[in-house]
Antibody, heavy 120, light 107 residues
């Protein structure tokens, strides 16, 4: 059974660094073809893809967030991480991690999401 | 970036009615297209991958099709549990992009 769960600080102040953790089970990020992605959704709005990391440590980022994103993984502990530097109120959103399926790169399992608020 | 133009933005339909949602890709993405359903307060759930393949556990009343760069999601007989917001997403190239969503309600 594949499960993912996000964790994060809940609330942080502008200019701080947001650190998110995705803890998963039922698959391994050391298995060929496996990947994990991060997606966010401001309240009442649509979905925005942020970054992917793959079994071979290949990484892709959304260029709209420029150099603020860093994705990484801890294969031994079945975790993936996302850091966003210099946050502001526009980064307030629910953040999801999801497994990237072997089939056409779809996101086949999602975590429940973690809400992050940036406020002074 | 590949743009996904999704329509309609909202849709109200009767039970048992056929519902169709479309996404137009701004360039060729082949079959690298997925559809998701998001119910209120929940995470998105994969419905269709590879443009036409039904994800595990998804009712057979859902189907996906492709005509060139236009993709469609069809619900053959609308049920109450189908209300929610539907998104398309292309996985052909980074940055991955989603459609803007279609809010489906029961008339």
């Amino acid at each position: 059974q594949v499960t993912l769960k996000e964790s994060g600080p809940g609330i942080l102040q502008p200019s701080q660094t947001l650190s998110l953790t995705c803890t998963f089970s039922g698959f391994s990020l050391s298995t060929y073809g496996m990947g994990v992605g991060w997606i966010r959704q401001p309240s009442g709005k649509g979905l925005e893809w942020l970054a992917n990391i793959w079994w071979d440590d290949d990484k892709y980022y959304n260029p709209s967030l420029k150099n603020r994103l860093t994705i990484s993984k801890d294969t031994s502990n079945n975790q993936a991480f996302l850091k966003i530097t210099n946050v502001d109120t526009a980064d307030t959103a629910t953040y999801y991690c999801a497994r990237i399926a072997l089939n056409y790169g779809s996101l086949d399992y999602w975590g429940q999401g973690v809400m992050v608020t940036v406020s002074s | 970036d590949i743009q996904m133009t999704q329509s309609p933005a909202s849709l109200s339909a009767s039970l048992e009615e056929i519902v169709t949602i479309t996404c137009q890709a701004s360039q060729d993405i082949g079959n690298w297209l997925a559809w998701y359903q998001q119910k209120p307060g929940k995470s998105p759930q994969l419905l269709i991958y590879g443009a036409t393949s039904l994800a595990d556990g998804v009712p057979s009343r859902f189907s996906g099709s492709r005509s060139g760069t236009q993709y469609s999601l069809k619900i053959s007989r609308l049920q109450v549990e189908d209300i929610g917001i539907y998104y398309c997403q292309q996985a052909s190239s980074a940055p991955l992009t989603f459609g803007s969503g279609t809010k489906l309600e029961i008339k």
